[in-house]
T-cell receptor, first 110, second 114 residues
Framework: QQPVQSPQAVILREGEDAVINCSSS?????VHWYRQKHGEAPVFLMI?????EQKGHEKISASFNEKKQQSSLYLTASQLSYSGTYFC???????????FGQGTELSVKP | KAGVTQTPRYLIKTRGQQVTLSCSPISGHRSVSWYQQTPGQGLQFLFEYFSETQRNKGNFPGRFSGRQFSNSRSEMNVSTLELGDSALYLCASSAGDRRWTEEYFGPGTRLTVT
């Protein structure tokens, strides 16, 4: 089952903050976040495991609420370079296949 | 380290033909996954190979197949192409650690079926 991302799209001014959510109806083992710019490949941002471990880029912040089966990606003090489509991918078990959400399009304006 | 490479980058085929796409993972990575990306369906998982064995499989018809070689390079094949197979096909490699499966994507192969 595909995770649900919200919002579907968001427009920010430089310096503003945003939160992107990813929700699953099934218990998750891990949540993965990627950013894809137009015409480019998705780029790995962060992975969060149930139990609290996480790994990713230093400037990226995210959380994983196991009770709600929801992950949130926090983008603070946004820059123009943050623009792109953000995808969350979810796995239900260790080593399981990734199922991606439909994406959240983020646009940062000067 | 060189990134994931995919060939060809663009391909135009006719309905009914077959196509083979190639992926070379990051050196040292043993897992290769394939995804189909379309505007309507988003990113959809096709299959994953690890050490020449298919480890995971998505919900695609049998016309879609893949394999992995001993050097971890991977190919995917689509037989009897349909118009709906037009998409960006992305390959991603990872170290293969089943616990941490951060994937690194290649630039993709843009397949157009006419």
């Amino acid at each position: 089952q595909q995770p649900v991302q919200s919002p579907q799209a968001v427009i920010l001014r430089e310096g503003e903050d945003a939160v992107i959510n990813c929700s699953s109806s099934k218990a998750l083992y891990s949540v993965h976040w990627y950013r894809q710019k137009h015409g480019e490949a998705p780029v790995f941002l962060m992975i969060l495991l149930k139990g609290g471990e996480q790994k990713g880029h230093e400037k990226i912040s995210a959380s994983f609420n196991e009770k709600k089966q929801q992950s949130s990606l926090y983008l603070t003090a946004s820059q123009l370079s943050y623009s792109g489509t953000y995808f969350c991918g979810t796995a239900y078990n260790q080593g399981g296949k990734l199922i991606f959400g439909q994406g959240t399009e983020l646009s940062v304006k000067p | 380290k060189a990134g994931v490479t995919q060939t060809p980058r663009y391909l135009i085929k006719t309905r009914g033909q077959q196509v083979t796409l190639s992926c070379s993972p990051i050196s040292g990575h043993r897992s290769v996954s394939w995804y189909q990306q379309t505007p309507g369906q988003g990113l959809q998982f096709l299959f994953e190979y690890f050490s020449e064995t298919q480890r995971n499989k998505g919900n695609f018809p049998g016309r879609f197949s893949g394999r992995q070689f001993s050097n971890s390079r991977s190919e995917m094949n689509v037989s009897t192409l349909e118009l709906g197979d037009s998409a960006l096909y992305l390959c991603a490699s990872s170290a293969g650690d089943r616990r941490w499966t951060e994937e690194y994507f290649g630039p993709g192969t843009r397949l157009t079926v006419t």
